[in-house]
């Protein structure tokens, strides 16, 4: 029991949040936001740490990522202000980002929150483009075999069209 709680608390000491996209990390910043070879302008938008993981699996894409930490779920009591959307705002303050792929689960939540953003991003004049249909609605991100989420992702259209 010691050794388990010993092991619980490592844990919980090593894991942190990346200080830019929220990914879990062990550092101050996350493999890929220390990644010099990762395209900066390019962001996409995830719910949680292991959708970043199901991205990546894909192979299709080559930017860096923002982790919300959920979605918009009013019945949960998950408004916009529980989300990492500020920092994402902060972001886009150096001006480097030109794009912002949306990819939250398709769902009833992430649908909300993905129309969220785009409304919100559209404002500032950033390119929005949502991952195209195919992916099993209903269902989680991660779950998508690589295949299907890959052509999501070149498939991506304008969010609000
Ligand atoms: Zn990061």
Do not use: W
């Not at 990346?18 to 996409?44: A, F, H, K």
């Not at 990492?84 to 769902?107: H, K």
């Not at 909300?112 to 390119?127: D, E, V």
């Amino acid at each position: 029991m010691k050794r388990l709680v010993a092991a619980i608390t490592t844990v919980k000491e090593r894991v942190k949040f990346c200080t830019v996209c929220g990914n879990v990390t062990e550092q101050e910043l996350c493999n890929i936001c220390r990644d010099p070879r990762r395209d900066p302008s390019v962001i996409c938008v995830v719910e949680e740490s292991k959708d970043v993981l199901a991205v990546e699996r894909t192979r299709s894409f080559r930017g860096r990522y923002h982790v919300l930490g959920g979605a918009i779920n009013p019945i949960a009591g998950i408004g916009p202000e529980q989300l990492r959307i500020r920092e994402l705002l902060t972001r886009l303050n150096d001006g480097a980002i030109q794009e912002i792929i949306i990819a939250t689960d398709p769902n009833l939540e992430g649908e909300a929150t993905a129309t969220y953003l785009a409304r919100m991003l559209k404002s500032i004049g950033i390119t929005v483009t949502r991952l195209a249909s195919g992916l099993p609605v209903g269902g989680d991100l991660e779950y998508a075999d690589e295949v299907t989420l890959g052509r999501a992702f070149e498939g991506r259209r304008n969010a609000l069209m």
